[in-house]
T-cell receptor
Framework: QKEVEQNSGPLSVPEGAIASLNCTYS??????FFWYRQYSGKSPELIMF????GDKEDGRFTAQLNKASQYVSLLIRDSQPSDSATYLC????????????FGKGTKLSVIP | EAGVAQSPRYKIIEKRQSVAFWCNPI?????LYWYQQILGQGPKLLIQ????????DSQLPKDRFSAERLKGVDSTLKIQPAKLEDSAVYLC????????????FGPGTRLTVT
C-alpha cells in the first residue's frame, strides 16, 4: 500500500523565517510530487510540483526532491502570516490510474 | 477561467438517508476525481473518470456509494444509505490530462451525518 508520511505539526516559525516542510513516500515507482496548501475550511490549492531530482524554485517556494531517499520537501522563505495553513504532500505513481496519494498534512503557523 | 464548481456546499442528513453531490469541472478538463477528506486527514481518492469512463474506483465503497459522469462533463456522487463515518468533506477535482499531474479542486461539500 502506497504511503505518504508527513509530520502533522503544528510547525511554528516567526515571520520572515524559513519554514521547512518534509514528506517521505513508500512507493519507489512514484514519479510526480506535489505540494498543496489548504487553509482552514477551504479546499486544497496546488502551489508546487516537481518531477526531477533536485530543487525547483517558484517565488518564495522551493521544492526539493531526492528519489533515492524517497524524500520531498518544501521550503518557504520569508514566511508570512498568510502562509499559515496546512500543507499537503501528494505523490503520483504514474502507473495504472495515476492516482494521487496524499499525506495527512503539516499545519504551519507563522507567528507575527 | 472558471474553477471547479460543486454543490451543495453543506449538507446535514440522518444516518440511513441518501444524499447526492454535484460537480462541474474546469472547461476542457477530461479527467474528474472525487475525493473524501475526513477531518485531520489528507484527501482520499474515491473514483476517477476519464471523460465518461471510470478509470479507478478501487477505493469506492460500492455497497453504498455510486458515481456517474454522463456526457463526460458534470458528475454526481451519491451515498445511499449514509453512515455516521461518511461525515467528511467531499472534494471534486479535475485535470486536463489523464496523468492527473495537476489537479484543481472545487470548494467541496461538507457532509454531516447525524
Amino acid at each position: 500500500q502506497k504511503e505518504v508520511e508527513q509530520n502533522s505539526g503544528p510547525l511554528s516559525v516567526p515571520e520572515g523565517a524559513i519554514a521547512s516542510l518534509n514528506c517521505t513516500y513508500s512507493d519507489r515507482g512514484s514519479q510526480s510530487f506535489f505540494w498543496y496548501r489548504q487553509y482552514s475550511g477551504k479546499s486544497p490549492e496546488l502551489i508546487m510540483f516537481i518531477y526531477s531530482n533536485g530543487d525547483k524554485e517558484d517565488g518564495r517556494f522551493t521544492a526539493q526532491l531526492n528519489k533515492a531517499s524517497q524524500y520531498v520537501s518544501l521550503l518557504i522563505r520569508d514566511s508570512q502570516p498568510s502562509d499559515s495553513a496546512t500543507y499537503l504532500c501528494a505523490v503520483n505513481s504514474e502507473a495504472g490510474s495515476y492516482q494521487l496519494t496524499f499525506g495527512k498534512g503539516t499545519k504551519l503557523s507563522v507567528i507575527p | 477561467e472558471a474553477g471547479v464548481a460543486q454543490s451543495p456546499r453543506y449538507k446535514i442528513i440522518e444516518k440511513r438517508q441518501s444524499v447526492a453531490f454535484w460537480c462541474n469541472p474546469i472547461s476542457g478538463h477530461a479527467t474528474l476525481y472525487w475525493y473524501q477528506q475526513i477531518l485531520g486527514q489528507g484527501p482520499k481518492l474515491l473514483i476517477q473518470f476519464q471523460n465518461n469512463g471510470v478509470v479507478d474506483d478501487s477505493q469506492l465503497p460500492k455497497d453504498r456509494f455510486s458515481a456517474e459522469r454522463l456526457k463526460g462533463v458534470d458528475s454526481t456522487l451519491k451515498i445511499q444509505p449514509a453512515k455516521l463515518e461518511d461525515s467528511a468533506v467531499y472534494l471534486c477535482a479535475s485535470s486536463l490530462e489523464a496523468s492527473g499531474r495537476e489537479q484543481y479542486f472545487g470548494p467541496g461539500t461538507r457532509l454531516t451525518v447525524t
